[in-house]
């Protein structure tokens, strides 16, 4: 594929739709795409997303890292510069403007979307990991009960409706970024149905960005999924932490990238999964969601009917055993002291 110059891609998400095996896909080649002039800014991802907070606002620092970075795509001819986070997806349109004129010259985006059945699951499993204490029987109904269909939606992110509609109302988003960019310059990809081959979903996004990430581009990410047990036993540990008062950045890495990512990650396959049927009114507002999506003018890789709501197989937070969750808090514990010594 021929990749024109000056041209900057943006992968903006959305959550849960393969971001971060993304992410990881384009590092993992960056020396092989730099060889074909596709530049990927940045050392590592980490530093992409730092950047990307900066920008829109979130990162309690000055813009150095981000300006950095435009510098550099600035500094790059002959091909396109890719830069991936889907923390830009729900971003306010006055904000996301500005981000596309800083880094000049042409700006596609790219949206990877996923079946909201899944996205639900994922989704719920991750705002645990990220501090949140929202049970998932108030999670599934708060959610269920503010779909937004073809309206606006709710974006308070102190709700759990709010936190998980500015990241997931799929139409909303695609037409934001089609108001700043044009709806010819905005790619959906479609993440496959559950038995596709497993590079497909890279096959679609290199088709989407005019990038070829090779035959066969399977890489292991750090955002591993966890099993129901320790999701329960690390949604009790911050509701304590909550009560505390404990909100500082280090527990955050502690309890993310260690415990969850790192320790509880380890130990799913002894786990059950949280399981969830299809219900009426996520096929009904998946119907929504394609209608709006096939009228859009966006450039579609992949099917809509890859949106398709699919069943997730598991069982409910109350079949759970309590000697389960509190095997998960043990191993967790024994790992966060492990970390600790080994960085002392």
């Not at 830069?83 to 790219?110: C, H, N, Y």
């Not at 005019?210 to 047990?229: H, I, Q, R, Y």
């Amino acid at each position: 594929m021929q990749a024109r110059s000056d041209r900057v891609i943006l992968h903006v998400g959305t959550m849960k739709s393969g971001t971060s095996y993304l992410q990881a896909l384009i590092f993992a080649e960056k020396q092989r795409l730099a060889a074909s002039g596709v530049h990927v800014p940045g050392k590592t991802w980490g530093v992409q997303s730092r950047a990307i907070q900066q920008a829109i606002g979130i990162a309690d620092t000055e813009r150095t890292v981000w300006e950095r970075m435009i510098a550099d795509v600035a500094a790059h001819r002959g091909g396109p510069s890719i830069i991936s986070m889907e923390f830009l997806a729900p971003v306010k349109i006055k904000r996301a403007t500005r981000i596309v004129q800083e880094l000049g010259g042409d700006v596609d985006v790219v949206f990877t979307v996923r079946d909201l059945n899944r996205t639900l699951v994922s989704m719920w499993q991750e705002t645990i990991q990220n501090g949140r204490s929202w049970t998932w029987e108030d999670y599934h109904r708060e959610v269920a009960a503010n779909a937004p269909g073809a309206e606006e939606g709710v974006h308070d992110r102190a709700s759990a409706a709010g936190s998980f509609w500015r990241q997931q109302h799929v139409v909303r988003l695609v037409r934001d970024w089609s108001e700043i960019v044009g709806s010819d310059r905005v790619s959906l990809v479609t993440v496959p149905q559950p038995g596709a081959d497993r590079s497909e979903l890279a096959r679609r996004f290199g088709e989407a960005t005019g990038v070829d990430f090779g035959t066969d581009p399977v890489v292991k990410t750090a955002n591993e999924s966890l099993g129901l047990a320790s999701i329960l036993a690390l949604r009790r540990l911050n509701e304590q932490l909550d009560e505390a008062g404990v909100t500082s950045k280090q527990i955050f890495r502690l309890r993310k990238r260690v415990l969850a990512k790192t320790v509880l990650a380890a130990r799913r396959s002894l786990e059950p999964s949280l399981g969830l049927a299809v219900e009426d009114w996520v096929v009904e507002q998946t119907r929504h969601t394609v209608a709006a999506l096939a009228e859009s003018g966006v450039r579609l890789i992949g099917d809509l009917a890859d949106l398709d709501p699919v069943a997730v197989k598991g069982i409910q937070p109350s079949e759970v055993d309590e000697q389960q969750i509190g095997e998960a808090a043990l191993a967790g514990l024994a790992g966060l002291i492990q970390d600790l010594e080994s960085s002392s």
